[in-house]
């Protein structure tokens, strides 16, 4: 099976209106900009995306909120969205917004063919709203549900044709659990290097859960918040 | 009274050699700036690092090296970079010792509300929900009375929880103080603070003895 494509637009060419989407990231950082763009392109709406946080008003997800092409997101941080909270309190997009633990579990869960698990997380908060609780070692926990998604788009560094992916330093984040609970994966990368060039031993996402890889190009990489020291003194 | 470097500089003097420690934003990330010499603590961020080191030099900043606050960090020798569903691991496992984290309202039993005001403000909890459901210490740094000059330390919080009894110190700019059965107990004044002060600043049942130490920072 060929799972090369040769841009975001091929790859992402069967993504239809009202999808549920998994897209990795954590802020900006590891996310997948150039399905992002593609998606804004094919103009796709009623989107259900689930993503750790919500982009920028003008970067990420963003986009996409802009362009009112998402329905409901679900994710456990959007603070620093300023459309995305004003089309929440206006009630014009859902939110299911829950901790981010739960949620990474979640995805873990979906592609590890666990359905369910109880956590600690949100008990005795309004996340546990209709949930079961129960008691274990003396301590309540709430009962959460997997999640899968018609489509899980991650970004990571490098890969090869069989999928293997290696991700760069914090960019890691959400990417690997989404990456196991799509049921189609499009992984881009920064580079698209031949079999055999990636470490079996240094490879954190397997293949197996990749359907479809690209090399991305024009990577932005916006730091959203940019903190420095003051220049290294020079002897 | 404590300015904000002055609260992280007597939340550090909590810290403990060999500790793993998660700092949130605010407050709580400037503790880093002040580790006793003689402990070593190593810091995650639940975005997915251990040994987070300190902010880049200018010009050296990497868009794929972030801490939870979206802030550029840089590594420490011997640092390790995982996913969120492993950080998590780590933090629900109890493997992290200490957290410490902001809040908008503490209430005397130890809940904290730190993540939403319906109708006006939500950026949603973050990994907040799933640091208080499990560390076994979890230390609270703020300011003791809200910017209309109202008291933060409550009888019960008035806004959506984050966790429920799992708060165990709020060190804020009066006081330090430590959530018991019986309610707030006062354990030190800020530098200048008087007990009267910190009882009128207090809206929760606050403990007393009768010699209150002055802090030493």
Partial sequence: MNKVFKNAEEATFDIKDNMTLMLGGFGLCGIPENCISALVKMEVTGLICISNNAGVDDF????????????????????????????????????????????????????????????????????????????????????????????????????????????KGTARNFNPPMAMAGKITIAEVEELVAPGVLDPNYIHTPGIFI????????????????????QRNVE | ??????????????????????????????????????????????????????????????????????????????????????????????????????????????????????????????GAMDLVASAENIIVAMMHTNKAGESKLLKSCTLPLTGVKCVKKVITNLAAIEITPDGFKLLERAPGVSVKEIIEATDGRLLVDENIPEMIL
């Fill in chain 1, 211 to 230: 359907q479809r890889i690209f090399q991305g190009d024009n990577y932005e990489k916006r730091i959203e918040q940019r903190t420095v020291r003051p």
């Fill in chain 2, 1 to 126: 009274m404590l300015n904000k470097e002055g609260i992280a500089k007597r939340i550090a003097q909590e810290l403990q050699d060999g500790w793993y420690v998660n700092l949130g934003i605010g407050i709580p990330t400037l503790v880093a700036n002040y580790v006793p010499s003689g402990i070593n603590v190593e810091f995650q961020s639940e975005n997915g690092i251990l040994g987070m080191g300190p902010f880049p030099f200018d010009g050296e900043e990497d868009a794929d090296m972030i801490n939870a606050g979206k802030q550029t960090v840089t590594l420490l020798p011997g640092a390790t970079i995982f996913d969120s569903a492993t950080s998590f691991a780590m933090i629900r496992g109890q493997h992290v010792q200490l957290t410490v984290l902001g809040a908008m309202e503490v209430s005397d039993t130890g809940d904290i509300a730190n993540w939403k005001i319906p109708g006006k403000m939500v950026k949603g909890m973050g």
């Fill in chain 1, 60 to 167: 990420g997800l963003g986009l996409l909120l802009k362009k009112r092409q998402i329905k409901k997101m679900i994710s456990s941080y959007v603070g620093e969205n300023a459309e995305f909270e004003r089309q929440m309190l206006s009630g014009e997009l859902e939110v299911d917004l829950i901790p981010q633990g739960s949620l990474a579990e979640r995805c873990r869960a979906g592609g590890a063919g666990i359905p369910a698990f109880f956590t600690p997380a949100g008990y005795g908060t309004e996340v546990a709203t209709g949930k079961e609780v129960r008691e274990f070692n003396g301590k309540p926990h709430i009962l959460e549900s997997a999640l899968t998604a018609d489509f899980a788009i991650v970004k990571a560094w490098k890969g090869d044709k069989f999928g293997n992916l290696i991700y």
